[in-house]
């Protein structure tokens, strides 16, 4: 198994998905160990494996990488997916921030209250409709190819699609007014690394439950 990227987070999306996602569309295999217990975390902090007391961890080319977007940059230059040149870089980097803005709003949810989830809903869909969707959406009309940078496939690309992907789970139809996005959407989810990780079965995780937040807030012994 060497040289094969481990993953060290619960057994959930998280700030982790991204990472998932990133390295299932490079055609990249990936290992997985789950946070279950206090007991776990501790000794990676005992370690010195979490640099900042944070997970996501990823250890890859012998390092231990934590802090998302620097895991997630290293991935998409590693694989060929952080455009051609400099360029380049900076709009992947700046739609990526937007759309990492907006999962931002869906990544707290199974924390909340079920009244502060009603409120946080209807932001993400008001947000995610007069925010950040017509830029996507402009940006695939002016420049007409089938990628957001360069016309080839990049981080950027798949971090709109994960985005569009769990904004929908909210409301199935929020994509009716952006045409170029649903267009968008059916190509990028048609593209056999994407499509392979959509299949039931592949490590792509669920919508969080329960037992996943109950699991978070022990671990990290979150007593709120």
């Known amino acids: 198994m060497t040289g094969i990227p ?12 991204s990472i998932r996602w990133l390295l299932a569309a490079a ?12 007991e776990q975390f501790e000794k990676l902090l005992q370690d010195g494996a979490l640099l900042f007391q944070q997970v996501p961890l990823v250890e890859i080319d012998g390092m ?17 997916l952080y455009g051609k040149d400099l360029k380049e870089r900076a709009l992947i980097d700046m739609y990526v921030e937007g759309t990492t803005d907006l999962m931002g709003l869906i990544l707290m949810c199974p924390f909340l209250s079920s009244e502060e989830k009603e409120k946080q809903h209807t932001v993400i869909i008001q947000k995610a409709t007069n925010r950040y969707f017509p830029v996507y ?7 007409r190819q089938n990628f957001l ?27 009716s007014e952006f045409p170029q996005l649903q267009a968008f959407k059916a190509r990028i989810s048609n593209i056999p690394t994407i ?12 919508v969080p439950d329960d037992k996943y937040v109950e699991t978070v807030r022990r671990v990290l012994q979150m007593y709120f």
Not at 6 to 17: A, D, I, Q, T
Not at 149 to 175: C, P, R, T, Y
Not at 195 to 206: A, D, H, I, N, T
């Open 6 to 17: 481990k993953l060290c987070y619960f057994n959930g999306r998280g700030k982790m998905e």
């Open 27 to 38: 055609g990249v295999e990936f290992q997985e160990e789950f946070l279950e217990t206090r």
């Open 64 to 80: 231990k990488m934590v802090q998302t977007r620097a895991i997630l940059s290293y991935l998409a230059a590693k694989y060929n």
């Open 137 to 143: 959406e402009k940006v695939l009309k002016d420049h």
């Open 149 to 175: 940078v360069g016309n080839q496939f990049s981080w950027a690309d798949v971090h709109l699609l994960e985005a569009i992907l769990m904004v929908e789970e909210k409301n199935s139809s929020v994509l």
């Open 195 to 206: 499509k392979k990780f959509l299949e039931p079965g592949s490590q792509r995780k669920p």
